[in-house]
């Protein structure tokens, strides 16, 4: 009986890649974000297949959280814990909607825990060669491919950072102090630290890499619209802690940073839409 040799051991390091195989366990505490950002980035076919598998389980696991998480605060609302303090649900129907949650709950907290299993299995299967992929994960990623491969598109991921970014710190900092709304902005914040703003990173770097900045001279420029951004909050977090009487001088510097990619961002569009024509 015949089988298939096993694939030598410095062709298959030829197969595939660091990042392929340490995306699965770095996917675990960053999840969506990590997962997507090294997907976006990835060109080697072994570590795009595997960001995409990870990728895949992550965006399952969230949309759990967001139907988990929905349906409790609807709960919440609609038996009268919530803001309105309005009980609309007979106690019958009640009762049945808070089993339901529960059963929510356990399903989200044996997922969380599944991942962590399933990353440090993935990550095994790519050592050896292996794109595995996450059991009863959705394919999200194949059915949208097409949509997420748009290179043109990433003008538009940095100008909806432009447009959104002031609009979440006025909320923050200006906008009704209602329970909802100061919910609703803190998540706005946590969505543009960790999702929105390493977007518009990739989105830049992704976009240098066409053809209006061919040149390696000018493709260096663009790490100076991240740099510069960054070197702004180191010395933001210095006057802060040497001249002010901040309690969280990093936050200070978080906000310094947002506000100094935000202009970076402006300016890069400019330079772009001001590009001489080819």
């Known amino acids: 009986m015949s089988s298939t040799p096993p694939t030598p051991g410095p062709k298959l390091l030829d197969e595939r890649s660091l990042s392929g195989i340490l995306i699965h366990f770095f996917a675990i505490p960053t999840g969506v974000v990590g997962a997507?950002?090294?997907y976006l980035l990835a060109t080697d076919e072994f570590t795009k297949r595997n960001a995409r598998n990870a990728l895949d389980w992550h965006l399952t696991v969230l949309l759990i959280t967001a139907i988990t998480v929905g349906s409790f605060l609807?709960?919440?609302e609609l038996t009268g814990q919530?803001?309105?303090e309005v009980?609309?649900?007979p106690s019958s129907v009640s009762t049945v909607a808070g089993v339901a949650i529960s059963g929510l709950f356990v399903l989200w907290f044996g997922v969380t825990l599944w991942t962590f299993a399933v990353g440090l299995i993935a990550m095994v299967k790519a050592i050896f060669g292996t794109a595995w992929r996450y059991p009863f994960s959705l394919a999200l990623v194949e059915q949208f491919e097409s949509?997420?491969?748009l290179p043109g598109g990433w003008p538009l991921i940095i100008f909806g950072y432009v447009v959104l970014s002031p609009l979440v710190i006025w909320a923050v900092f200006f906008a009704s102090t209602t329970a909802l709304v100061s919910i609703l902005a803190a998540f706005g914040l946590i969505g543009l630290i960790l999702v929105l703003t390493p977007l518009t990173v990739v989105a830049m770097y992704l976009h240098s890499q066409g053809d209006w900045l061919q040149d390696t001279t000018q493709q260096s420029y663009v790490l100076a619209h991240?740099?510069?951004p960054i070197f702004v909050a180191a010395i933001?977090?210095?006057v802060s802690l040497e001249f002010t009487q901040s309690?969280?001088?990093?936050?200070?510097?978080?906000y310094v940073f947002l506000a100094a990619f935000w202009i970076s961002a402006i300016v890069y569009l400019l330079r772009w839409w001001t590009r001489p024509s080819q």
């Open 226 to 228: 991240v740099g510069v």
């Open 147 to 149: 949509r997420i491969d």
């Open 87 to 89: 009980s609309v649900l």
């Open 247 to 254: 309690i969280y001088p990093q936050g200070d510097a978080m």
């Open 236 to 238: 933001g977090y210095a």
């Open 74 to 76: 609807t709960y919440i």
């Open 82 to 84: 919530g803001i309105t």
């Open 36 to 38: 997507g950002l090294l």
